[in-house]
């Protein structure tokens, strides 16, 4: 085939091909996730795939946080995820040697549920560990009530320092001691101390109910948070002071249980997914091609010998045994691929040995051979061109089935570990029972994703598949 | 005659290929199995030397003939469990075991009557799988049939281009993903089905409440399952009636004037017959090895489950039997279509028989 001639025969295809509306959805759908792999990154950076498991990469993350967008459906307001780094800062000298530093946070509460953390973090610089500064942290509400949270020196080894308030157990008691003020002996007795979540008390209104999670009402307004640090050296100081008020709502995806924003997560695993799909089914068809070809054109014992290897590949039920393999061999995403297609190609295989018996058997072939042409010649000049649009529709639709397969590895913790990946995040919702948790933003994404990618696939292979047999036609 | 031959050829076939099969799996778990059972050996003889006081007092003061006594227990060992033959003999000795289907015991699972025998584990848990999957095949069989012939009755109508998409879009719609969402939306949300399990803890007493409990448990799975594989049938239903509402037979009996429901349930119902019935016949069969991953989802403990579990514990007598099990199932029931489709197709049973004579 001539280069123009190529050309020409695409531009043909394209024309038949544009007036599948199925097909053209299923290019654009696939466009947009092309799209979104190549984009995505730039915004994730990809530490955020590598160290989708380092727990302390994500730890300044809100915890199971719903995704930011539910609150312009819902009257409910949630609070988003803040990071603030501003603040002022006030010193003075007391005493003859303790300097005292304060820095004042200013937080503006206008939600329906308190904040889900409160995290401070700093780094601090000590000129003699003997003699290690103090800090408190100290709570004003909007209707003038002031909670010291924390007050506690800073003794521990290291200079990098990480306090959840909302996690501290002193911070945890003042809070239920503030809250119990105001409750009634009944509304007590429902109360547990350990089950309590110490930012309830603090961002609501002082009344009965402040303990009880679906009776307590926010109290809305400007909280101020003052950090208050006593330094016994003039050499001491405090570096990048960061309040973490966490969110109950963050970016496009909200977060999981890890702390994960699972945007990230999708992104990433778009590749993961693209690849795999796009990388397996070209390789198994193409393998498939080659080995019904040579089958067809050896023929004879060569042929049932291949025949027979066909046969046994296909009686192999091959879920269970991937999951065997991936469970031994623990393997990375290549041997993934790998195995997919060594468990993929018999059906193309089937399809171009029996294309290319009935082509070997016209009689343009036969006028070939007899003025001399190569086995090799046929198959390239006859039997390939006749036999390639059927492998591009076979292709595209066989790349639902192996984004499906590695999925469902992943998804029972046999895939890639270096990786993110849409079956993974699946996984990890599974292990802590998001489900019965209800959390559908991190089960539905990834499933969605995989369900609209193999469908883009199935469009496209169906457009194809009517191109090709148009007696079927419906769409 | 040609037949009869035709059908031993083919079981002699599979039987070749369940044995190429066996010993490929068995290679694989070669390296697993024998690096666990190594150390299941040496934690025995550990036991048996802290259980004799006597042999500790001997080798008190003397460590060489400890390590030596130890020595002995394992080379006694590894002929007992044939790891001292070569790593070829032993996979063909596997492969023996699998095929008599003495799968062993297993050592960390136990089935509901306490048994450790791989066998009665396996056995325990088929039934569940062929209660849930079988029985939603059964509901996808009938309901496909019946939408698959009004679709291509009315080629191009609403039925049928809506078939055709949800066809499509349950092609790629994963069925264990599928089970986590009906299990936010019906479990958590509406409350009105269990999120897993077979039977509620503890158990109803009385058996009419034990199968209720049982069939409110089996509802949810087995709405999955028929939701996502449905289409799929009434489509390929479709498209084979389809194909055989164009042959030349049906012009020309709507032209004798047959009425149109005799034309479609007597004539191309008829012609359809091998497909649609080998696909039946297949799809019950393939039913019995269930949807592993679901059975996770639901915690159905079926095969699928148990196959998981069994991964997880990293039991390797389990898996190999689970897998030898799942080969054999899929086998016959590829032979059990083949058969189908040639008692049913004259065209192919003529054909297979001349095939054979040449």
């Given at each position: 085939?001539?280069?123009?001639?190529?050309?020409?025969?695409?531009?043909?295809?394209?024309?038949?091909?544009?007036?599948?509306?199925?097909?053209?959805?299923?290019?654009?759908?696939?466009?947009?996730?092309?799209?979104?792999?190549?984009?995505?990154?730039?915004?994730?950076?990809?530490?955020?795939?590598?160290?989708?498991?380092?727990?302390?990469?994500?730890?300044?993350?809100?915890?199971?946080?719903?995704?930011?967008?539910i609150n312009y459906f819902s009257s409910h307001k949630m609070p988003p995820h803040l990071i603030i780094a501003e603040y002022e800062v006030s010193e003075r000298m007391i005493g003859a040697n303790i300097r005292e530093y304060v820095a004042t946070?200013?937080?503006?509460?206008?939600?329906?549920?308190?904040?889900?953390?409160?995290?401070?973090?700093?780094?601090?610089?000590?000129?003699?560990?003997?003699?290690?500064?103090?800090?408190?942290?100290?709570?004003?509400?909007?209707?003038?009530?002031?909670?010291?949270?924390?007050?506690?020196?800073?003794?521990?080894?290291?200079?990098q320092t990480r306090i959840v308030i909302t996690s501290d157990r002193g911070a945890l008691s003042t809070a239920y001691a503030f809250g119990r003020e105001f409750e009634t002996p009944e509304n007590l007795e429902k109360v547990h101390f350990e089950l309590t979540n110490p930012a309830l008390p603090l961002f609501s209104k002082a009344q009965p109910g402040i303990l009880l999670g679906n009776e307590a009402e926010p109290l809305k307004g400007t909280y101020t948070i003052?950090?208050?640090f006593y330094f016994q050296n003039p050499e001491d100081k405090i570096e990048d002071l960061t309040l973490i008020i966490g969110g109950r709502v963050y970016g496009l995806l909200g977060t999981d249980e890890n702390r994960r924003d699972l945007f990230a997560g999708l992104i990433w695993g778009t590749?993961?997914?693209?690849?795999?799909?796009?990388?397996?089914?070209?390789?198994?068809?193409f393998f498939g091609i080659f080995y019904g070809v040579m089958s067809a054109y050896l023929g004879g014992w060569k042929d049932e010998i291949l025949q027979r290897i066909y046969e046994i590949m296909s009686s192999i039920p091959t879920l269970p045994i991937l999951i065997l393999l991936s469970a031994i061999y623990k393997p990375s995403i290549w041997w993934i691929i790998f195995f997919l297609v060594v468990f993929g190609w018999m059906g193309t295989s089937r399809m171009a040995r029996s294309m290319a018996y009935q082509i070997k058997e016209m009689d343009y072939v036969e006028a070939a051979r007899a003025v001399g042409a190569s086995g090799f010649w046929i198959v390239r000049k006859h039997v390939m061109p006749q036999i390639l649009p059927y492998a591009?529709?076979?292709?595209?639709?066989?790349?639902?089935?192996?984004?499906?397969?590695?999925?469902?590895?992943?998804?029972?913790?046999?895939?890639?570990?270096?990786?993110?990946?849409?079956?993974?995040?699946?996984?990890?919702?599974?292990?802590?029972?998001?489900?019965?948790?209800?959390?559908?933003?991190?089960?539905?994404?990834?499933?969605?994703?995989?369900?609209?990618?193999?469908?883009?696939?199935?469009?496209?292979?169906?457009?194809?598949?009517?191109i090709l047999f148009p007696k079927l036609k419906t769409l | 005659?040609?037949?009869?031959?035709?059908?031993?050829?083919?079981?002699?076939?599979?039987?070749?290929?369940?044995?190429?099969?066996?010993?490929?799996?068995?290679?694989?778990?070669?390296?697993?199995?024998?690096?666990?059972?190594?150390?299941?050996?040496?934690?025995?003889?550990?036991?048996?030397?802290?259980?004799?006081?006597?042999?500790?007092?001997?080798?008190?003061a003397n460590a060489t003939a400890r390590e030596q006594w130890i020595e002995t227990q394992k080379k006694l060992k590894f002929e007992l469990y044939g790891l001292d033959k070569p790593l070829f003999e032993r996979i063909l000795i596997r492969v023996g075991e699998q095929l008599r289907l003495k799968f062993g015991k297993s050592h960390s699972l136990k089935s509901r009557s306490g048994s450790s025998e791989v066998k009665d584990i396996i056995l325990e848990a088929l039934p569940r799988t062929i209660l849930l999957f079988t029985t939603g095949q059964i509901v996808v069989i009938l309901i496909g049939l019946y939408l698959g012939l009004k679709a291509a009755q009315r080629a191009g109508s609403m039925l049928d281009q809506s078939l055709s998409i949800f066809a499509l879009l349950s092609y790629s719609l994963p069925m264990w993903w599928t089970g986590m969402l009906f299990i936010i939306l019906f479990s958590f949300y509406l409350n009105i089905f269990p999120s897993g399990g077979m039977m509620s803890v503890p158990p109803p007493e009385g058996l009419i409440s034990k199968i209720l409990d049982l069939l409110y448990h089996l509802t949810l799975p087995m709405f999955t399952y028929v939701f996502v594989v449905f289409g799929g049938w009434a489509y390929t239903t479709r498209?084979?009636?389809?194909?055989?509402?164009?042959?030349?037979?049906?012009?020309?009996?709507?032209?004798?004037?047959?009425?149109?429901?005799?034309?479609?349930?007597?004539?191309?119902?008829?012609?359809?017959?091998?497909?649609?019935?080998?696909?039946t016949i297949g799809s019950l069969l393939g039913s019995i090895g269930g949807a592993m991953i679901s059975e996770v989802v639901f915690n159905w403990p079926g095969m699928g489950?148990?196959?998981?579990?069994?991964?997880?514990?990293?039991?390797?007598?389990?898996?190999?039997?689970?897998?030898?099990?799942?080969?054999?199932?899929?086998?016959?029931?590829?032979?059990?279509?083949?058969?189908?489709?040639?008692?049913l197709d004259p065209r192919v049973r003529i054909g297979a028989a001349a095939a054979m004579g040449e």
């Open positions: 085939m001539r280069w123009s001639d190529f050309v020409e025969s695409l531009k043909d295809f394209w024309f038949e091909y544009k007036r599948q509306k199925i097909g053209m959805l299923g290019l654009a759908i696939l466009l947009f996730f092309i799209g979104l792999a190549i984009v995505g990154p730039r915004f994730y950076p990809a530490e955020m795939s590598r160290k989708w498991r380092d727990v302390t990469y994500w730890q300044n993350y809100p915890r199971s946080a719903r995704p930011s967008w946070f200013n937080y503006d509460h206008e939600y329906d549920e308190p904040p889900s953390d409160l995290i401070l973090t700093f780094r601090r610089q000590v000129a003699d560990p003997t003699k290690p500064p103090t800090m408190t942290f100290v709570l004003l509400r909007p209707d003038g009530r002031e909670i010291e949270l924390i007050s506690k020196k800073l003794s521990e080894a290291g200079n003052r950090v208050t590749r993961v997914s693209l690849l795999i799909g796009i990388l397996t089914s070209v390789l198994s068809v591009f529709a076979s292709m595209a639709l066989s790349v639902p089935s192996a984004i499906l397969t590695e999925a469902g590895l992943s998804f029972l913790g046999l895939g890639d570990i270096n990786r993110v990946t849409w079956g993974q995040i699946l996984h990890d919702a599974q292990s802590t029972a998001a489900t019965i948790k209800g959390m559908w933003w991190w089960v539905l994404p990834p499933g969605l994703a995989m369900a609209l990618l193999g469908l883009s696939f199935a469009f496209i292979g169906a457009a194809l598949n009517t | 005659m040609g037949i009869g031959k035709y059908v031993i050829i083919r079981l002699i076939n599979a039987f070749a290929v369940l044995l190429i099969a066996l010993f490929i799996v068995s290679l694989v778990f070669s390296t697993a199995a024998e690096k666990e059972l190594k150390a299941q050996i040496y934690e025995e003889i550990m036991a048996q030397l802290n259980a004799n006081p006597q042999l500790q007092k001997a080798f008190a498209n084979v009636v389809l194909s055989q509402l164009q042959e030349d037979f049906v012009m020309a009996a709507r032209a004798k004037g047959v009425p149109e429901n005799k034309v479609l349930y007597g004539h191309v119902l008829r012609a359809s017959a091998p497909p649609i019935v080998t696909m489950r148990l196959y998981w579990t069994a991964v997880i514990q990293n039991d390797v007598p389990v898996l190999l039997g689970n897998t030898t099990i799942s080969i054999i199932l899929f086998l016959a029931s590829l032979i059990v279509m083949d058969l189908m489709y040639m008692y």
